[in-house]
């Protein structure tokens, strides 16, 4: 079982920035394929972005690609979302989730563990 706990959300003026973290219990981040979604109203859940477990290699969206970073730090078993740059078409409830087997995948049907999620708002 992995537990997963977002946190970090908020309301920011388009342009800003927002950091969002990620903490994992039950099982390492380390072991673990670590991916963000999220999930504006009226829309399916999409990729974001992921890191991997080994290496680690990350991974984006191309709506997101050069603005937003993941990254891991595997003593605080935590995974972070950095997002600059922000759009008012990032607004939408952002989710971390834990595949524990395999590869990255952009298919949130792969993910077998999901936090609550949090809700980030940028104002135009």
């Known amino acids: 079982q992995v537990r997963l706990v977002e946190s970090g959300g908020g309301l920011v003026q388009a342009g800003g920035s927002l950091g969002l973290s990620c903490a994992a219990s039950?099982?390492?981040?380390?072991?673990?394929?670590m991916a963000w979604f999220r999930q504006a109203p009226g829309k399916a859940r999409e990729f974001v972005a992921a890191i991997s477990r080994s290496l680690p290699r990350t991974y984006y969206a191309d709506s997101v690609k050069g603005r937003f970073t993941i990254s891991r730090d595997n003593a605080k078993n935590t995974v972070y979302l950095q997002m600059n740059s922000l759009k008012s078409e990032d607004t939408a409830l952002y989710y971390c989730?834990?595949?524990?087997?395999?590869?990255?995948?952009?298919?949130?049907?792969?993910?077998?563990?999901w936090g609550q999620g949090t809700q980030v708002t940028v104002s135009s």
């Open positions: 039950g099982r390492t981040v380390s072991s673990a394929v």
């Open positions: 989730a834990a595949d524990l087997g395999g590869f990255w995948s952009p298919d949130r049907a792969k993910y077998e563990y």
